[in-house]
């Protein structure tokens, strides 16, 4: 008897595990799939304010000395590019969902 009871003990264990690996897998691929998107998002921004490295420093410098100084274009570019690196860590730390929920943003 101790013996079936030891196996039924083990087999729910087993079971339980697959689940949460299972939950634990599909949660990395809603993870990565918000982090690829935010990617997407940061690079159009990226490419709005010139494509390269240079040209986005030189445009948050602006920003950052005297706003008005730039198009609304490039305000848009820049703040849109603060967004997308906020949601990318947001999601990278893995607390995405609760900040939707702040941002009534879901």
């Known amino acids: ?3 079936v009871i030891a196996a039924a003990a083990g087999c729910a264990a087993e079971i339980l595990s697959l689940a949460f690996a299972g939950a634990k897998f599909i949660a990395m691929v809603t993870k990565a799939t918000k982090i690829l998107n935010g990617l997407k998002a940061a690079k159009k921004f990226y490419n709005q304010l010139g494509g390269t490295m240079t040209k986005v420093i030189d445009k948050l410098k602006k920003y950052v ?4 100084s ?11 590019l603060f967004r997308a690196g906020g949601k990318i ?16 943003s879901y």
Not at 65 to 68: A, R, Y
């Open 89 to 104: 860590l947001i999601n990278a730390i893995g607390i995405g969902t609760c900040w939707s929920l702040v941002t009534a």
């Open 70 to 80: 730039l198009k609304k274009k490039e305000i848009d570019a820049l703040e849109g």
């Open 65 to 68: 000395k005297k706003k008005s």
């Open 1 to 3: 008897m101790w013996a």
